[in-house]
């Protein structure tokens, strides 16, 4: 069983920046950011490997940075630039399984354990 743990969420100025963190209790494989606007699907939004891949939705890319350290067992995503769109609940994912990375590391259905959920809204 693994237990996750969201903080960092808050309101924001669009062009700003927040960080997001991730506790996570429990060995991990994959990790992963995924987001829940209201009325629209939850989408993934950067995924990274316990050995250091990481990969990034197209919206997301050279602005959002996902990261880990091992040590702490604690997941990072820095939003830079942020914008209107990025409005949305943000959930932290993990998977135990060896072969995560390869079963569709953008797909929910990929992670067993997922968090609470941290809100993220940006302004105009």
């Known amino acids: 069983q693994v237990q996750l743990m969201e903080s960092g969420g808050g309101s924001v100025q669009a062009g700003g920046s927040l960080r997001l963190s991730c506790a996570a209790f429990?060995?991990?494989?994959?990790m992963g950011w995924f987001r829940q606007a209201p009325g629209k699907e939850r989408e993934g939004v950067a995924v990274?490997?316990?050995?250091?891949?990481?990969n990034y939705a197209d919206s997301v890319k050279g602005r959002f940075t996902i990261s880990q350290d091992n040590l702490k067992n604690t997941l990072y995503l820095q939003m830079n630039s942020l914008k209107s769109g990025d409005t949305a609940t943000y959930y932290c994912a993990a998977d135990r399984r060896a072969d995560c990375w390869w079963r569709g590391i953008f797909s929910g259905s990929t992670y067993a354990y997922w968090g609470q959920g941290t809100q993220v809204t940006v302004s105009m």
């Open positions: 990274i490997h316990r050995h250091g891949s990481a």
């Open positions: 429990g060995y991990t494989d994959c």
